[in-house]
């Protein structure tokens, strides 16, 4: 056995056995932890909703109360209702939201429930009859405090959006890394299997060579 083949079976190749499986444990191990927190991501949920109580807690103290040229913007005082269907008709308006929501605000909420999801918008007109509620019962303006969490409801939904983007971008990453992962487990995987059929097919060959060689020398005797 030459110098080059013994340092090739009895070092070279336990080292790059070792190293194969190392790294194919390491890989398995990336892919689980990675399988585990690409879970956890698609389990959190956006939470969208506010509480009545911090609508009326940041208008209070209350403010004089506005004439009709400075709130150009949103909802206004409740106003007759005309004989047009309600942009809001199909909907169930808590009792405590019908008086403020006639006329031109019901268009008003309307616009805003439009850039909501359909599944959320009764949702929405219950928590902003809610907010009415605890605006009246703490002596707020009803008219800013629907404003106030129109405004904020929009806002939440944009950061909503937003936060289910990066959401989506971190499961896209995830996967990618995991069928990378998969790749290069198997890479190694057949690496391992090489070497084991490297390593039998050498143990053959040499134990066939064993064999003829006495067969050789009774032919010569011969």
Known sequence: MSIVEGFERKALFNITRAV??????????GIVGGVFYGVSVWQQQVNTSISPQDIVDQLKPVEPPKTE????????????????????????????????????????????????PAEDRQTY??????????????????????????DAKSERYKQAAVKRAEKWETLKLVGEITAGGLFLVAIFSLVLVLLAI????????????SASQPAEQEVISA
């Open 198 to 209: 490297e390593r039998n097919t050498r143990s053959l060959l040499r134990s066939s060579a």
């Open 69 to 116: 040229a400075q709130q150009p913007q949103g909802t206004q005082p409740p106003v007759a209702q005309g004989p047009a269907q309600s942009p809001l008709s199909g909907f169930q308006i808590p009792f405590s939201l019908q008086k403020y929501i006639s006329g031109d605000n019901a268009q008003i909420v309307r616009s805003h429930l439009n850039e909501i």
């Open 125 to 150: 007109l219950n928590e902003l009859g809610a907010v009415v509620t605890a605006a009246e019962a703490g002596k707020v303006s009803a008219v800013e405090a629907i404003n106030a969490y129109m």
């Open 20 to 29: 194969a499986l190392v790294c194919v444990t390491v890989f398995l191990l």
